[in-house]
């Protein structure tokens, strides 16, 4: 079958090993020095390593590739965690994964943070405009036009608690989780920078590693469009907390 999946340039690639670490598939090695996609049905198309490479030397392709098997990925890492617990515990290899899958699917319970006072009154909503996931919205909309476009996560406006007052405030909001849409956002993204006056680009997306589908799509419809304009990237951890701004 004919999909996309990732291609990697072993002359960019300068052996930081930064994309097998986060590939959760196991789908890229280190291999002489240099990162290697190793089998084809690993590779789930999402693109978590792009974001990480340093030196771009990985992009999607679409070429005739075996279907992505998800079984064969999970038995896959099994052999992995079980070569890992044998040998010398020194020399035993380690990863911050936790088992079993994608950490941001894994199961966490939090504990509720107090009330603060502004919580007893009741707050504006800031969304300036309907629909707003990326599928659904018109490339050609009027209020596109002159607008500062946030990109957001599906789970960022429910992990992150002033979502509307730090973010969604003054811009037209498109909102996506690459993990459950089949789809290449950065095609659509591309039109409507293409064909509107977009003044500024902020992404919003999770610390997890399938969201570094959403900021790559993004990165590569500014680039594809042709337009440059400010571009600004918050990340939001999965207790709430604004790790960083970029």
């Given at each position: ?70 079984k064969a990925v999970e038995e896959n890492m099994k052999k992995a965690q079980n070569a890992a617990h044998s040998g010398c515990p020194g ?49 050609n909309a009027p209020y596109f036009e002159g607008a500062d476009l946030l990109v957001a996560a599906d789970c960022t406006a429910y992990a ?38 977009i003044r500024s680009v902020t992404i919003v997306r999770m610390e997890v590693p399938c969201c570094g589908g959403l900021e790559h799509a ?29």
């Open positions: 079958m004919v999909r996309k999946i990732i291609e990697i340039d072993s002359e960019k690639c300068n052996g930081c090993g930064l994309c097998a670490s986060a590939c959760h598939e196991g789908a890229i090695g280190m291999v002489d020095g240099k990162a290697k996609l190793l089998r084809d049905d690993y590779c789930d198309g999402l693109g978590n390593c792009l974001p990480v490479c340093p030196t771009g030397a990985i992009r999607f392709v679409e070429r005739e590739a075996a279907a992505y098997d998800e020399s035993r290899a380690q990863t911050l994964q936790p088992s079993g899958g994608c950490p941001g699917s894994q199961a966490r319970t939090f504990a509720p943070h107090a009330a603060a006072p502004s919580d007893f009154f009741p707050q504006p909503s800031q969304l300036r405009q309907w629909p707003v996931q990326i599928q659904l919205v018109p490339v992150y608690a002033d979502f509307h007052k730090d973010f969604l405030r003054g811009r037209i909001t498109l909102v996506g989780c690459p993990k459950l849409d089949p789809v290449d956002y950065s095609e659509k993204l591309t039109e409507i920078l293409a064909r509107n006056n993004a990165r590569a419809a500014l680039e594809r469009s042709g337009k440059n304009v400010p571009f600004e990237v918050a990340v939001i951890s999965t207790k709430g907390a604004l790790l960083e701004r970029r």
